[in-house]
């Protein structure tokens, strides 16, 4: 660019058709020539003027441009870094949310067990104390059938007892009135012989 600079007004110099390089030591004779002369250069300086304007111009736009540009990227930046973090933030809040699901299932299941095993266990207590009452009443029943064959024996024995007791009872009434009989067969008999003594 600075190359330009200097090229740019040498070239339109050059490209001017009143100038040559006779002109430039040319003697004081061709004074008159020199206001074109100036005015060319004016024009030049102009246009090469007008040309630095347009490019500091154009490089003001570029630089516009790439600010612009530059910041559009930022913000592309940006609203990509935000959608991002927005995703993180979903994926993180699904994350807690399925984890959060997770445990209330896990939560309710543990009480569900946890009533299921209490249920088993009233069951089954209800069963030991069903079982505990059958073999109470089971043996309720073989005490009391043991105590009726105890007292159907101790009826037995008695009545066997007062049999015998009458039994013997009888034999000693027996004997008693037998005994009786011989006394007074002797006595008869001892009552006779006195007689016949006599």
């Given at each position: ?137 089971a043996l309720e029943d073989e005490d009391e059938e043991e105590e ?51």
């Amino acid at each position: 660019m600075k190359m330009l600079k200097f090229l740019l007004p040498l070239l339109l110099v050059a490209s001017v058709s009143s100038f040559s390089l006779k002109s430039l030591f040319s003697s004081e004779d061709k004074a008159e020539e020199v206001p074109a002369e100036d005015t060319a250069v004016e024009e030049i300086d102009e246009e090469v003027n007008e040309v630095e304007e347009s490019e500091e111009e154009e490089e003001d736009e570029e630089e516009e441009d790439d600010a612009l540009s530059a910041l559009e990227e930022d913000e592309e930046e940006d609203e990509e870094e935000l959608d991002e973090e927005e995703e993180l933030e979903s994926v993180a809040l699904e994350a807690e949310e399925e984890e959060d699901e997770e445990e209330e299932d896990e939560e309710e299941l543990d009480e569900e067990e946890e009533v299921e095993s209490v249920a088993l266990e009233a069951e089954e207590e209800e069963e030991e104390e069903e079982d505990e009452e059958e073999e109470l009443s089971a043996l309720e029943d073989e005490d009391e059938e043991e105590e009726d064959e105890f007292d159907e024996e101790e009826e037995v024995e008695s009545v066997a007892l007062e049999a015998e007791e009458e039994e013997e009872e009888e034999e000693d009434e027996e004997e008693e009135l037998s005994a009786l009989e011989d006394e007074d067969e002797e006595e008869e008999d001892e009552f006779d012989e006195e007689e016949e003594v006599e």
